[in-house]
């Protein structure tokens, strides 16, 4: 099966906005903040990397221990970017103790100024998340538990993943942090348990329904058509969320707080935008193969790792600007999503280098066995 580059450049896509997103201008945000409703950029990066992860590695379900071993492998890369760009963001504050008063506040991480020694243990247990560093964990958390998702769905048993998702998320919003406060304060006394406002456990679902989608689409042949009057209505859906929260948010005041926890209103939500993009991506198919969003797409992990660093030495001198003059703002933005382009062609590199390393062993090793 060739690669689809849609689903390359809308993650490109994805993570252009959410670079953007958190510069926190006055300017850009206003388009691209929550622009179909209450649901922003990070729900649709979770549901993604869902959807395109059953694509992956769902074809090698006839291969339990292989399937298994590449997700886990995946993993551990994922868990390996967290932590890098964590070690590198706290590592480089030595160089620029400047930003240490905006990093304390703005990005929550006085506890890497405290003890950094217990802070670093903290992240390697992923209970410390300073701003921005805490998406990864939405996407490596799920993960972890793919191949038990796609082992039951290749089985038809869709419905024991949706329950066990379900249920999961329904713990998670009664199972909070402060479960682990006590234990947390005994093992690290000198820091303060820092877990993100996202749940990982109650934001798996947005991964798990992406995940489920791509079995109904590739295994199932669904391909979401349906008659006149159902599409009327789920593009309505879309219009309301889209009114509501722009222009009468006091009617959903009190759902506010379920971005964190993906309540079932943000859900609801997700699954009509993913609908609404679906619709976009099959009518203008040549916005989501631009060169530029795929190429990003393509090399998504460490374009995010990177985005995370840079935001840390970029935001505390341009916020001023970006605030306060639309032009700055759109400059700004068009810089940082222009810098995502070296991750990216690094990363390409490395690949390639690999490639031709594993290459070379190959043709090596088939000699030796010639002989």
């Known amino acids: 099966m060739s690669r689809d580059l849609t689903y390359d450049g809308l993650r490109g896509w994805l993570l252009i906005i959410i670079a953007c997103n ?12 929550t622009p179909l409703g209450f649901v922003s950029a990070a729900e649709g990066f ?3 990397s869902g959807f395109v992860a ?16 590449k997700i886990w492998r995946r993993c551990w890369v994922i868990y390996g970017f967290h932590l890098s760009a964590i070690v590198l963001c706290f590592s480089l504050v030595a160089l620029f103790p400047m930003y240490i008063p905006q990093w304390s506040d703005f990005f929550n991480a006085a506890n890497w100024f405290s003890n950094p020694i217990q802070s670093a243990l903290s992240a390697t247990l992923l209970l410390e998340h300073p701003g921005f560093h805490d998406i990864l964990i939405l996407y490596l958390v799920p993960m972890v538990f793919l191949p038990f998702a796609i082992q039951a769905l290749k089985q038809g048993k869709v419905w024991y993943v949706i329950t066990t998702s379900f249920l999961v998320w329904l713990l998670a919003q009664f199972v909070t942090a402060e479960f682990l406060a006590p234990p947390f304060r005994r093992v690290f006394s000198d820091i303060t348990l820092n877990v993100s406002h996202f749940d990982p456990f109650a934001w798996q679902i947005y991964f798990y329904m992406g995940v489920v989608l791509s079995y109904l689409k590739f295994d199932k042949g669904h391909s979401f058509t349906f008659i006149p009057v159902v599409r009327v209505i789920l593009l309505s859906g879309v219009g309301f969320f889209f009114v509501v929260k722009h222009f009468y948010p006091q009617l959903m005041q009190p759902y506010f707080a379920g971005h964190g926890s993906a309540s079932l209103l943000y859900q609801l939500n997700l699954l009509l935008s993913a609908y609404l993009i679906m619709l976009l991506m099959r009518r203008f198919s040549w916005f989501f193969t631009l060169r530029y969003p795929v190429f990003l797409g393509q090399h998504a992990l460490p374009v995010f790792a990177f985005h995370c660093v840079v935001i840390y030495f970029l935001l505390p001198w341009s916020h001023t600007y970006t605030i306060t003059q639309w032009y700055w703002d759109l400059l700004v933005c068009i810089g940082f999503a222009g810098l995502l382009a070296i991750p990216a062609k690094l990363d390409q590199y490395w690949r390639r280098y690999r490639s031709k390393h594993n290459n070379k062993v190959n043709i090596v090793s088939r000699i030796n066995k010639s002989y």
């Open 22 to 33: 958190h510069l926190f201008g006055s300017f850009v945000t206003q388009f691209t903040r």
């Open 46 to 48: 979770v549901f993604l």
């Open 54 to 69: 059953y694509l992956v590695y769902g074809r090698l379900a006839g291969d339990s221990k292989t399937m298994q071993h």
